[in-house]
């Protein structure tokens, strides 16, 4: 863990001689790494996460209170899927997990009774690999096709 003193942190001296620091490179990096979707329900949020393995790559999707976490091994095109629902009071609750490849696709049903039902689609469209979803959550109903990335 880099101490922050060291980049992507800057120290800056405040009038008083206070040390301020500075994350605006970190903000910027994440903040180019997310791509919102506009949904009917407020807008889903796509974050690909840094990988030191070259062939995979890793994504935290949210959807309302929903988070779809998917590793993808891009030469075998097989992934993992963890599926967690955020619920007032009680936090962050694994709801799915399961394991498949693109070609023939993962179908998920996922539930937390009385706070979450329905199921997710995860597969290869072309080269898109396209998430489908359709579920109920906190009251409100979420639906949807996003496309998560473009195999090279």
């Avoid at 955020?86 to 023939?104: T, V």
Wanted: aromatic fraction near 10%; glycine fraction near 8%; proline fraction near 5%.
């Amino acid at each position: 863990m880099p101490s922050l003193s060291e980049p992507p942190f800057q120290k800056y001296q405040d009038w008083e001689n206070d040390t301020i620091i500075s994350g605006e490179r970190s903000i910027q990096e994440f903040e180019s790494a997310v791509r919102v979707i506009k949904t009917d329900h407020g807008d889903a949020f796509i974050y690909a996460v840094a990988s030191n393995d070259e062939n995979a790559k890793t994504f935290k999707i949210v959807i309302g209170p929903i988070e779809i976490d998917i590793t993808i091994d891009l030469k075998k095109l097989s992934l993992v899927i963890e599926v967690y629902v955020y619920i007032p009071f009680l936090g962050k609750i694994q709801i799915a997990k399961a394991a498949g490849n693109l070609h023939d696709g993962i179908t998920l049903k996922i539930g937390f009774p009385p706070y979450v039902g329905g199921s997710l689609t995860l597969k290869l469209d072309g080269k898109d690999v396209v998430l489908e979803h359709s579920f109920d959550a906190l009251g409100w109903h979420y639906a949807g096709r996003m496309v998560i990335f473009t195999l090279p």
